[in-house]
């Protein structure tokens, strides 16, 4: 079955940076859209980013653009979010996502992961 393992969050002061990993199996990773989604505590989910299954196309919410960047290799079926100058808005759990085709625009997420916790603080 499909499976998702997100890891590589951590506790980061302002300012520093993480990448996250989501190692993929159970499923032709290579054919499919991933993308990332978040929790912060108290909030609902929150779309992060996504990209199409050759990884040309992109997306990115208005509050990590240009901080923030989504990549997958297909030949280790895993997807990474690097996040830069994070801030303490970036606290939250977060999720690899899969959608159910090749391409993310316009499509709902299919199946996610349990999440990694992520914690900005000084």
């Known amino acids: 079955q499909v499976q998702l393992v997100e890891s590589g969050g951590g506790l980061v002061q302002p300012g520093g940076s993480l990448r996250l990993s989501c190692e993929a199996s159970?499923?032709?990773?290579?054919?499919?859209?991933m993308g990332w989604l978040r929790q912060a505590p108290g909030k609902g989910m929150e779309w992060v980013s996504s990209?199409?299954?050759?990884?040309?196309?992109?997306g990115y919410a208005d509050s990590v653009k240009g901080r923030f960047t989504i990549s997958r290799d297909n030949a280790k079926n895993t997807l990474y979010l690097q996040m830069d100058n994070l801030t303490l808005d970036d606290t939250a759990v977060y999720y690899c996502?899969?959608?159910?085709?090749?391409?993310?625009?316009?499509?709902?997420?299919?199946?996610r992961g349990r999440g990694t916790q992520v914690t900005v603080s000084s």
């Open positions: 159970g499923f032709s990773f290579r054919h499919y859209a």
């Open positions: 996502a899969k959608y159910p085709g090749q391409v993310w625009s316009g499509r709902q997420i299919e199946q």
């Open positions: 990209l199409t299954n050759g990884g040309i196309s992109t």
